[in-house]
Structures are given as structure tokens and as C-alpha cells.
């Protein structure tokens, strides 16, 4: 396979409901390019059949398609990374496999680059998802902003555009837990969104539950910034102040307007803002433990991900390898 100019990535993870939808639409969308392009699968560890569509859609397309087998789930982030670091096009485009993103909308994203952009965003017109995670979306869009000073209008859109520059500098970024769309941000000199349509899912469900999405955005503040610690040690030092400030209120009050007695028993009192203090102690202990198992997980130098099959345009399965670990530490 000659250097395309092209490259797709869609990360698939227990897909099969949708795949032939979107084969028949992105291969005819990506032709009408008339771009040399490639498209790069990477199958997450997927329990159903999706990795033997793909290689059904390999057998096919031999010639633009390569497909990567993962062993386990290791999470749609560390599958376009790993398509990141096999891409070889000049541009490269992410793309969900569920047809929420419409593969039509990809020459949008080429005309912004063609305009001398080097990262696109996509911003979804009309979202077709459920009103609380459009809620959710929009107050986490504003929190990101204000912590991290990372402008993004929608970033749970995965249709985006990289130029090869940033996809080399996100993919040598050993970050085990980051957020692909915030981390181009930073290595982006002319940044710029569009916008694009929104399908509902083709087939399937969505694989982002609550809780998968409070951690993606705990990997995106907490990666990001140290705002939240540092005002964490802030609400410290001001609630302290004012618990001081009221237990000396309240020994006064009692010294001056209750009996002796009162003022002697509220001396050794240790009930005030108990709940207060403790609820914030519990918090802040949280929120250091995040920031510290970011760093257990990183000096671990354990591979993000491991690979188990590869297909290339010559038709075989490359041997299983390893991929994705960190760099070593250098010596003393």
C-alpha cells in the first residue's frame, strides 16, 4: 500500500449490529474524496462478532484497510492512539463506528484544513443523545474551560481532524490515562471547529455509562490542570478561618452572656462544623489520591495496550507484538 494522504481512524468495540451500515457508507463517502486514503480499525477487545466483519471488510478492501486486533479492552482512547501510531497519512480524521458521526461530514473537516488549520473539532448540530447527557455535556464543556483554559464546544464529538504533526506529538505522549481531543489542543497552532451533523446510533448501544463518563472528565481536569488542588488547599484555608473565627464567637458568647459553667464546657467543645470538615477532608483526600494514582499508573511503565493481530494490505496477519508501552526512564 502506497503513503496515503488519508488516514481514517475508527476504534470498534462490540459493533456487529452496525458495521455493514457503516461499511457502505464510509468506503463510497471516502472515494468521492478522490484522495488516496487508507482506514485503520482497531477492534477494543470486542465480545461479539466485530472482528470477524472486519476481516470480512479486509478481504474486501485489501487495499485501503488495515485492521488491529487488540487481546482485551483497553478503552476507545488507546485504540485511536493505537491507530495514531500507524497511521501514515498527512492527515488523519477519528471517527466513531456507530454512524452518529456521519462519514459524509469528512470533507468538512479537510476544507477547514485546507484553509490552513491544523486541528479541526467537529461540534455537533443538533445532538441526537438524551437530555441529561446533553446537560451533562454542556456543564462539564464549561468546567473544562474555566480549569484547563482548553476551548472546546463539543467535546464529546469524535469526529475530528489532526494534521501529522499533532498525531506524532499525541502519540508520543506515554500519558496512560489522557484525553486524546484536549492533549492535540495543546500541541495545536491554529486550532479551529465546524460544524456537523448528528445521527442517532445506526445499531447497538452506547458503551459510555455514567460512570465511564465521569471518569473520562476526571482524566480531563485532572490531566490537564492542578487547579483543582490548588483550590481545594484554598476552601481549606478559608473554611479553617471560619471555623476558627466561630469557635472564638462562641466561646465569647458564652464567656460574656452564659454562665461560667457554659464557657468553661465550651472550651472543650469539638462538635462545631464537624460534618463540614470531615465531608471536605473526605473530598480533598479524593482528589489527591486521583492526582497520585495518575502517577502509580504511569511509573508502573506497563504497555497501554497489547496488540494481537495485525492485517496489512499484503493479506496476512502480522505476528502478535506489543505496543503502546512508555518509554524507559533514563538511569541516575
Known amino acids: 500500500m502506497a503513503d496515503p494522504e488519508l488516514s481514517i481512524v475508527v476504534p470498534v468495540y462490540n459493533e456487529e449490529p452496525g458495521l455493514a451500515a457503516l461499511f457502505a457508507r464510509l468506503y463510497p463517502a471516502l472515494d468521492a474524496l478522490a484522495t488516496p486514503y487508507e482506514v485503520i480499525f482497531v477492534n477494543d477487545g470486542s465480545r461479539d462478532a466485530s472482528a470477524a466483519l472486519l476481516r470480512e471488510q479486509f478481504q474486501r478492501r485489501p487495499d485501503v484497510t488495515r485492521i488491529v486486533l487488540f487481546n482485551a479492552n483497553y478503552g476507545q482512547h488507546m485504540a485511536v492512539i493505537a491507530g495514531f501510531e500507524r497511521c501514515r497519512g498527512e492527515r488523519v480524521v477519528t471517527l466513531d463506528a456507530d454512524l452518529q458521526n456521519p462519514p459524509e ?3 468538512k473537516l479537510l476544507a477547514a484544513m485546507d484553509a490552513g488549520h491544523d486541528y479541526v473539532g467537529g461540534v455537533r448540530r443538533q445532538r441526537e443523545d438524551s437530555w441529561w447527557r446533553k446537560a451533562a455535556s454542556r456543564a462539564m464543556n464549561r468546567l473544562r474551560e474555566r480549569l484547563t483554559r482548553i476551548t472546546m464546544t463539543d467535546q464529546g464529538c469524535m469526529l475530528r481532524a489532526y494534521s501529522r504533526d499533532i498525531v506524532a506529538a499525541v502519540a508520543a505522549s506515554s500519558e496512560v490515562a489522557t484525553f486524546i481531543p484536549a492533549l492535540a489542543y495543546t500541541y495545536a497552532a491554529k486550532p479551529t471547529e465546524v460544524e456537523v451533523a448528528h445521527e442517532e446510533r445506526a445499531a ?8 465511564k463518563l465521569i471518569r ?17 488547599s484554598m476552601f481549606g484555608m478559608l473554611v479553617s ?16 452572656f452564659a454562665e461560667w459553667r457554659g464557657a468553661i464546657n465550651a472550651l472543650w467543645d469539638r462538635d462545631i462544623l ?3 470538615l470531615i465531608g471536605m477532608l473526605l473530598f480533598g ?45 533514563p538511569g541516575p
Open 105 to 107: 461530514e469528512i470533507g
Open 204 to 211: 447497538g448501544e452506547s458503551k459510555y455509562s455514567l460512570y
Open 216 to 232: 473520562l472528565n476526571f482524566d480531563l481536569i485532572t490531566g490537564f490542570s492542578l487547579v483543582p488542588l490548588q483550590l481545594f
Open 241 to 256: 478561618a471560619l471555623s476558627l473565627a466561630t469557635y472564638l464567637v462562641v466561646i465569647g458568647y458564652r464567656v460574656f
Open 274 to 276: 464537624a460534618f463540614l
Open 285 to 329: 483526600l479524593g482528589l489527591v489520591g486521583e492526582y497520585v494514582g495518575r502517577i502509580y499508573q504511569q511509573v508502573r511503565q506497563r504497555p497501554r495496550y497489547t496488540v494481537r493481530a495485525v492485517l496489512e494490505s499484503d493479506g496476512a496477519a502480522a505476528p502478535p507484538a506489543t505496543a503502546g508501552a512508555p518509554p524507559q526512564a
